[in-house]
């Protein structure tokens, strides 16, 4: 892994992703209140004219530390108000922005058949940049704190119809080439679903890569898939948005090059890669 910047990032003319979460977590801000989510919108709502309201996201900060045990008592929070994550969400609802006291995350989704995934340097990447900039000068001109950047997190959601993935590989070993299926013995029958979760560190603690891989039906169709989520999250060198985006930078290669370390040449093919 060490040399794989000097190697160009693979492409793939028909990926499988379905979704992409491009977000940052950061010290709460503590002026942020409820009002203020309609006051964000209101400078957004040409471009994101619907919204829904959430349940705020967990946090999940990569730690390098010695693991912790768990508490014997739960910890019992005081709030002043009920804490929220909102979505403003774009009026062809391919994307969306999260916001909540301590995270902003810009999504793009795909919402049928037809929708190409706009690829990350032409289209990704710089709607997070515009949509993280009006959010930093609205905390600015708000004073409501400083955005102190605690974790960057890439994530891409994969979708693969388990029709085609299968009949194209004959065996999930030959999508995913660290699965091999076999046991120690002969008394198991092949296995009727197969679901897995695995990490990667990044070099220096620069993060983690995780790769789940579960099967799922699709909503949109009732088809039946294997989700492929990667997410890649660790912190970046400082709070600035050069820092920001470089670690996002970094991240989306750690996803790109991990999703093709882990499907095989076969699947490559298959979603025409390219380089």
Sequence with gaps: MANASEKPLPKYAAPP????????????LEKWGIPYFGVLWGRIKDQF???EVKFPLASQIEDFGKPKLPTQTPAVQFMTEPDVRCWFIGGDDRTLIQVQRNR?????????????YPHYDGSVRPAFQRA???????????QL???????????YINHLDVGQVLNSACGLQEVFPCWSGKTSGS???????VGFDVTYQ???HEGRLRVSMKPAIR?????EILQLTLTARGKPKGSDADSVLAWLDKGREWVVRGFTDFTSEKMHRLWRRST
Aim: proline letters at 8%; hydrophobic letters at 40%.
């Design 17 to 28: 992703v379905v979704e992409t979460v491009l977000g940052v977590e950061f010290a709460q």
């Design 49 to 51: 004219p619907k919204f």
């Design 104 to 116: 902003f995350t810009h999504n793009w989704r795909k919402t049928g058949p037809a929708d190409a």
């Design 132 to 142: 993280w900039r009006v959010f930093l000068d609205f905390v600015n001109e708000y």
């Design 145 to 155: 704190g400083d955005v102190s950047v605690l974790q960057c997190e890439v994530t």
């Design 187 to 193: 008394f198991l029958p092949a296995p009727e679903n």
């Design 202 to 204: 990044m070099p220096n």
């Design 219 to 223: 909503n949109q169709d009732g088809q």
